[in-house]
Antibody
Framework: EVQVVESGGGLIHPGGSLRLSCTAS????????INWVRQAPGKGLEWVSA???????YYSDSVKGRFSISRDNSKNTLSLQMNNLTAEDTALYFC???????????WGQGTLVTVSS | DIQLTQSPSSLSASVGDKVTITCRAN??????LAWYQQKPGKAPKLLIY???TLHSGVPSRFSGSGSGTKFTLTISSLQPEDFATYYC?????????FGPGTKVDIK
């Protein structure tokens, strides 16, 4: 079955760091466009970051310089390193595959990040 | 960055109604637009890509149209399982922005 599963969320103090992981099955992470999308409580969807097959990375302005996306090809996983977290980063974080010939077609169930003192 | 707006932001409809949601981009994006459905507590699901192509397994009562800066999602006959929030997303460039969403609830 083609799926992604996120992990690593939790409660973190403002200014802290957290590393999210996304484990893929049924497809090869390094051959695909993988994204992080987040959703603050009661709010809409916000695209956060992406890594493309060639390794180039992209970030939203709201996280640029604080978040870093990376792949571990040996484990077929993706990570999102989040630093200097603020309350505005509180959200459910989804790992999502972008299929080049369609759109964001495979979504995980999300991992919740709560930034609070 | 491409900005997307959706109208209406919410609507109330009855089972069997025809529903139309509009998504507008502040710059041309060709046909690089997708629509998603999200139910409370669940991950979004892809409905339509390339503005008008139905994703595998999506009922034919859903359809999409448009190009450039104006797009529409139509549900021809609303079913009980269609009450949800709908988002458009542009895939023309980065950042891959989403619209603010349209909540469809029961009248």
């Amino acid at each position: 079955e083609v799926q992604v599963v996120e992990s690593g969320g939790g409660l973190i103090h403002p200014g802290g760091s957290l590393r999210l992981s996304c484990t893929a099955s049924g497809f090869i992470v390094s051959d695909n466009y993988i994204n992080w999308v987040r959703q603050a409580p009661g709010k809409g969807l916000e695209w956060v970051s992406a890594v493309v097959p060639g390794g180039r990375t992209y970030y939203s302005d709201s996280v640029k310089g604080r978040f870093s996306i990376s792949r571990d090809n040996s484990k077929n996983t993706l990570s999102l390193q989040m630093n200097n977290l603020t309350a505005e980063d509180t959200a459910l974080y989804f790992c999502v595959r972008y299929s080049f010939w369609s759109a964001f077609d495979i979504w995980g169930q999300g991992t919740l990040v709560t930034v609070s003192s | 960055d491409i900005q997307l707006t959706q109208s209406p932001s919410s609507l109330s409809a009855s089972v069997g109604d025809k529903v139309t949601i509009t998504c507008r981009a502040n710059d041309g994006i060709g046909s690089y637009l997708a629509w998603y459905q999200q139910k409370p507590g669940k991950a979004p699901k892809l409905l339509i890509y390339s503005a008008s192509t139905l994703h595998s397994g999506v009922p034919s009562r859903f359809s999409g149209s448009g190009s450039g800066t104006k797009f529409t999602l139509t549900i021809s006959s609303l079913q009980p399982e269609d009450f949800a929030t709908y988002y458009c997303q542009q895939l023309h460039n980065y950042p891959r922005t989403f619209g603010p969403g349209t909540k469809v609830d029961i009248k």
